[in-house]
């Protein structure tokens, strides 16, 4: 609101309870937190020169209470007067952040139209109309590029879970390497006598199996290769740095009947995706395909809910 034009409105719909520079303390004892919050910031906005109304949303939220700044309390010819009690505002404020006396006030100002010297607006009411007040500040694209390891290429993420997968079974629980390497070409049933969980590998050790190339794309994608295999929540585990394989042996399986809240009677999701375990893993999956939330072939997939 400080550096807002004349013309500005505003709609603010207050919920964390935080003051300029620190968490917001209450003022009012006979007030509640939220309430006491909500005269702060209606206060806040008649300081910098709103006329401030309140409004209730109908939404399902107990911090329903609005405020919308729709006018000015001043004329533009007073603009002077109120960017001093914006100035005074924002030094009650945050003044104890820094030694009294020494705010600075250059990151405050008005954009070359308030002369420190003489303490004047600088222009007519015309001009100040269409001054610039945002100085240096670049908002945000209006699109929002998507970093989360989800706009990979299918492919390329396939082949990094399934090195990942590889390096793991050829360790055994302990950690240490096998004798021989697993062959996860050739899964089998789920009836077998011992599926093989695997070792574990730390990020950073997982990350060596890789060229830079890889890495570079991965790590493009904001949290890289770690943000990747925790995406994969069905395969792997990655807690405190060290990645293992999940195991749906001692999981407690979900059935497709299991009652959701909003009534739901067939849980979201169910048989909608592939089982990586029957596919890609030796001793393919460890539960019977009954008992797995993930479909064992493509005859077993069911369309999204």
């Known amino acids: 609101m400080y550096r807002s034009s004349y013309q500005t409105r505003y709609f603010v719909l207050p919920c964390c309870f935080f003051d300029f520079n620190r968490k917001f303390c209450r003022q009012h004892g006979q007030m509640s937190q939220y309430e006491s919050y909500l005269e702060f910031v209606k206060m ?41 009690e914006r100035r005074q505002l924002l030094e009650e404020r945050c003044g104890s952040c820094v030694p009294s006396g020494q705010f600075d006030w250059k990151h405050h100002q008005l954009c070359n139209t308030w002369d420190e010297s003489s303490s004047e607006v600088c222009g007519s009411p015309h001009e100040l109309q269409h ?78 199996l890789f060229e830079h190339k890889e ?36 999981d407690e399986p979900v059935t497709p009947r299991k009652r959701h809240r909003r009534g739901s009677s067939i849980r979201k999701g169910f048989k909608t995706r592939l089982c990586w375990f029957h596919k890609n893993h030796p001793d393919g999956c460890p539960r019977t395909a009954a008992d797995c939330s993930y479909a064992h072939g493509t005859r077993e997939l069911l369309p999204f809910h």
Do not use: M
């Open 131 to 208: 001054v610039n007040r945002t100085g240096g500040f670049i908002p945000r694209p209006a699109v929002q590029a998507v970093r989360n390891c989800t706009q990979l290429d299918r492919d390329f993420a396939d082949e990094i879970v399934r090195t990942v997968g590889r390096a793991l079974l050829e360790q055994d629980e302990t950690g240490h390497c096998r004798s021989t390497p697993a062959d996860a070409t050739n899964p089998q049933q789920s009836d077998t006598v011992h599926w093989r969980r695997g070792g574990h590998l730390s990020v950073s050790s997982a990350a060596a």
């Open 44 to 84: 806040t906005g008649e300081r910098c020169g709103f006329i401030v109304k309140q409004d209730r949303l109908r939404i399902p939220s107990t911090k329903n209470i609005c405020l919308i700044g729709q006018s000015r309390s001043y004329p533009l010819k007073n603009e002077e007067k109120a960017e001093t």
């Open 215 to 250: 890495l570079s794309q991965l790590k493009s994608e904001c949290g890289g290769l770690q943000t990747l295999l925790r995406n994969y929540h069905q395969v792997f585990q990655v807690v405190g740095g060290i990645i293992r394989f999940r195991n749906w042996a001692q």
